[in-house]
């Protein structure tokens, strides 16, 4: 096959799985040399074993990097730093798209991006909202699931100390009912006094503003 003619079968497809494109072709192996070919040629980009990207040049589309987050590790939700990151929380760019999945850790680096995954057991799998841009759907979670989840997967101590440290902006967003419930959520003493402390911590906030 030539380029030209993958192109027409791929070219407008985000990410490319190679499975789903070989499924109906008789005799693949032909196909399958040709997609090595064009990897170490650069007009692929290899993202993990069997999933592939057109190189920019030859892009339809342009990507999305949270859906690929959700999709090279299913079932997952982009959360922690970047989540934080795409909330507004923050005011950093994060280089590392990490993501929550109830399967292995896992961390797969490209030249579009650094993808990594935290295991979590499935009674915490939860709070998160799929996220559709350019009609690519990804998971992410909701401000206080990627705060909480920060602060879970890190082991942290918190303190007003350690949130001001995180620079966190446009708190405001951040809802403390929801907060507690999921806090309540982790069955874990410690999660309880993290949400007491960003409470505090966000009307010590709201104050300051107030007083300006």
């Given at each position: 096959m030539?380029?030209d003619?993958f192109?027409?079968i791929?070219?407008?497809?985000?990410v490319?799985?190679?499975?789903?494109l070989?499924a109906?072709?008789?005799n693949?192996?032909?196909?399958?040399?040709?997609?090595?070919?064009?990897?170490?040629?650069?007009?692929?980009i290899?993202?993990?074993?069997?999933?592939?990207?057109l190189?920019?040049?030859?892009?339809?589309?342009?990507?999305?990097?949270?859906?690929?987050?959700?999709?090279?590790?299913?079932p997952?939700?982009?959360s922690l730093?970047?989540?934080l990151?795409?909330?507004g929380?923050?005011?950093?760019?994060?280089?590392?798209?990490?993501s929550v999945?109830?399967?292995?850790?896992?961390?797969?680096?490209?030249?579009?991006?650094?993808?990594?995954y935290?295991?979590?057991?499935?009674?915490?799998?939860w709070?998160?909202?799929?996220?559709?841009?350019?009609?690519?759907?990804?998971?992410?979670?909701?401000?206080?699931k990627?705060?909480?989840?920060l602060i879970?997967?890190?082991?942290?101590k918190?303190?007003?100390?350690?949130?001001?440290?995180?620079?966190?902006?446009?708190?405001?967003?951040?809802?403390?009912?929801?907060?507690f419930?999921?806090?309540?959520?982790?069955?874990?003493?410690g999660?309880?006094?993290?949400?007491e402390?960003?409470?505090?911590?966000?009307q010590?906030?709201?104050d300051?503003?107030?007083?300006l």
């Amino acid at each position: 096959m030539k380029l030209d003619d993958f192109i027409k079968i791929a070219g407008n497809l985000p990410v490319i799985e190679i499975e789903l494109l070989l499924a109906g072709i008789p005799n693949p192996d032909p196909l399958k040399v040709q997609i090595s070919r064009w990897e170490k040629a650069g007009k692929l980009i290899q993202l993990k074993r069997g999933f592939y990207l057109l190189a920019e040049a030859y892009r339809r589309i342009e990507i999305y990097e949270p859906y690929i987050a959700s999709i090279l590790k299913k079932p997952s939700y982009l959360s922690l730093e970047k989540a934080l990151e795409y909330h507004g929380l923050i005011p950093e760019a994060v280089k590392v798209y990490t993501s929550v999945t109830t399967k292995r850790a896992a961390k797969f680096s490209s030249p579009i991006g650094v993808f990594s995954y935290k295991h979590i057991k499935n009674s915490l799998f939860w709070g998160y909202k799929p996220v559709t841009l350019r009609k690519q759907t990804a998971f992410i979670a909701s401000p206080e699931k990627a705060l909480l989840d920060l602060i879970y997967f890190n082991g942290i101590k918190i303190s007003s100390g350690y949130l001001q440290g995180l620079r966190l902006q446009n708190i405001e967003q951040i809802d403390l009912d929801t907060l507690f419930e999921y806090a309540r959520k982790f069955k874990k003493p410690g999660m309880l006094r993290a949400g007491e402390i960003i409470k505090k911590y966000i009307q010590s906030y709201a104050d300051r503003k107030e007083a300006l």
